[in-house]
DNA sequence: GTGATGACTCAGG
DNA sequence: GCCTGAGCCATCA
């Protein structure tokens, strides 16, 4: 175990901080959707958005495949489709699970935003 | 150890 | 209402 700083090489998320996220986005329900900064306030660093979007870029190289797609940033905007390896593919993802999405925005966002904090209990 | 980058967010003009 | 700047934290070169 000394080479654990590696990174989140196959399955291996040590990483409390990146295994929070994931443990946090696998609790979205399905056809619901989140974002980042409401993941940061559930972990206590509601300033670090960024931290968890960093999080999310390694989470479509760990398993169990962690459902990016349902997180969103602030403004409901699909920013890291690009992310998923084709342009439509996390819209796709999104739309396939009941959450419609146009010009790479969650339509009804607001509606189907879900907020750890609260949905979780706090 | 410093600098740069990033799937963000908020405040100010 | 839109654009800009700054803050924030973690990882990598």
């Not at 993941?39 to 169990?64: D, E, F, Q």
Request: with cysteine; hydrophobic share 40%.
């Amino acid at each position: 175990m000394a080479k654990k700083k590696q990174i989140i090489h196959d399955a291996v998320q040590e990483r409390d901080f990146f295994r929070d996220v994931m443990d946090v986005v696998r609790q979205v329900p399905r056809g619901r959707v989140t974002s980042y900064g409401a993941i940061a306030k559930y972990l206590g660093a509601a300033r670090s958005a960024r931290i968890v979007g960093w999080c999310m870029s390694n989470a479509h190289t760990v398993r169990p495949l962690v459902p990016a797609q349902r997180v969103v940033n602030r403004n409901g905007l699909l920013t890291g489709k690009h992310h998923f390896g084709g342009p439509t593919a996390m819209q796709d993802l999104l739309e396939a699970e009941g959450v419609r999405v146009k010009d790479d925005q969650v339509v009804d966002f607001a509606r189907k935003f879900w907020d750890p904090s609260v949905e979780l209990g706090f």
